[in-house]
C-alpha cells in the first residue's frame, strides 16, 4: 500500500504565492510518476504537472506553465508544487497522484482559493 500526505493549501490572494508539499510512504517501487491533479468546481480533473523517478516533468495544463514549478526533495518520495501568480481560475481541490506500474494512487486533496 501507498500513503500520500498533501499540505500547504489554503487562501490567498490573487498574484500570491502558495506551496503544496506531497510526502509518499509505503511500498514504493524505483519507478513511479508522481505529481498534482486538481478539480474545480463542477469541473473535470485535470493533470497539472507530474514527475517521474528519472526527473523527467511533464505538465498537462498549458495554464499553469510559466507560473508553476514542480520539484523533488533527494529521497524522490516527496514532491512539491511552487505556485506563483496564482489566479481566481487556479481554485481548486488539488490532488498528489502516484502512478506505479498499473496501480494509481491519490491523496485527500487540500483546497487551494485564490480570491481577494
Known amino acids: 500500500q501507498v500513503q500520500l500526505v498533501e499540505s500547504g493549501g489554503g487562501l490567498v490572494q490573487p498574484g500570491g504565492s502558495l506551496r503544496l508539499s506531497c510526502s509518499a510512504s509505503?511500498?514504493?517501487?524505483?519507478?513511479?510518476?508522481i505529481g498534482w491533479f486538481r478539480q474545480a468546481p463542477g469541473k473535470e480533473r485535470e493533470e497539472v504537472a507530474c514527475?517521474?523517478?528519472?526527473?523527467?516533468?511533464?505538465s498537462d495544463a498549458d495554464s499553469v506553465k510559466g507560473r508553476f514549478t514542480i520539484s523533488r526533495d533527494a529521497t524522490k518520495s516527496t514532491v512539491f508544487l511552487q505556485m506563483n501568480s496564482l489566479k481566481p481560475e487556479d481554485t481548486a481541490v488539488y490532488y498528489c497522484?502516484?502512478?506505479?506500474?498499473?496501480?494509481?494512487?491519490w491523496g485527500q486533496g487540500t483546497q487551494v482559493t485564490v480570491s481577494s
Open positions: 497522484n502516484l502512478r506505479m506500474g498499473f496501480q494509481s494512487y
Open positions: 509505503g511500498f514504493l517501487l524505483d519507478n513511479f510518476v
Open positions: 514527475i517521474s523517478s528519472s526527473d523527467e516533468r511533464t
